[in-house]
């Protein structure tokens, strides 16, 4: 049974850092592509960012070019999302998700289930 746990998020001031992981179980990690996604009230799940299976790859939406950064470490079946300068609008609940050899970027509406997420909030 697949399994993705979210941690990491929290309470930030505008400007301030926040690094996301996504732990996975029962699957062959290294053989997913991994995406980020969040949704924020009263807006649909958008993706964020994501990794393929070797981590050669990334892809992120405009809203994190050059703030966010995704990587992977498949020994800990781990991947993580290390977000800087974190604005107001970045407040979400932030998911994570696999597919297998996925190409980037990974649409929300390609995935049937989700876990619990983890909550991000930035205050102005």
């Known amino acids: 049974q697949v399994q993705l746990v979210e941690s990491g998020g929290g309470y930030v001031q505008a400007g301030e850092s926040l690094r996301l992981s996504c732990a996975a179980s029962g699957l062959p990690f290294s053989e997913y592509t991994v995406g980020w996604f969040r949704q924020a009230p009263g807006k649909e799940r958008e993706f964020v960012a994501g990794?393929?299976?070797?981590?050669?790859?990334?892809n992120y939406a405009d809203s994190a070019k050059g703030r966010f950064t995704v990587s992977r470490d498949n020994a800990k079946n781990t991947v993580y999302l290390q977000m800087n300068s974190l604005k107001p609008e970045d407040t979400a609940v932030y998911y994570c998700?696999?597919?297998?050899?996925?190409?980037?970027?990974?649409?929300?509406?390609?995935?049937?289930?989700w876990g619990q997420g983890t909550q991000v909030t930035v205050s102005s």
């Open positions: 990794i393929n299976w070797s981590g050669g790859s990334t």
């Open positions: 998700n696999v597919r297998w050899r996925g190409p980037l970027p990974l649409s929300p509406k390609a995935f049937g289930s």
